[in-house]
């Protein structure tokens, strides 16, 4: 079950290997369908892999991810 302060963590690393600290976002409150978690910034790299988690042992599903990419020109 859902805790009432249930979070949804985030990894990231630059080069698929090497993940840097955990960022939190609440979930919001239950039954908040509308909540989102955002998170701005998260970095660059070349193999750039994401991890998600949750705090509680509950189902999770990410309905929709939005990414804006740039591509770096050498």
């Known amino acids: 079950a859902i805790s009432v302060d249930a979070n949804v963590m985030l990894r990231f690393a ?3 290997e090497t993940f840097g600290n955990i ?8 039954g908040d369908y509308r909540h989102r978690a955002v998170w701005r910034a998260v970095g660059s790299g070349r193999k750039p892999t994401l991890e998600f988690s949750m705090s509680d042992n ?5 309905m929709a991810a939005i990414c804006d990419l ?3 020109t050498d």
């Open 58 to 62: 509950a189902r999770f599903s990410i």
């Open 14 to 16: 630059p080069d698929g």
């Open 70 to 72: 740039e591509a770096e």
């Open 23 to 30: 960022r939190t976002r609440t979930l919001g409150s239950i």
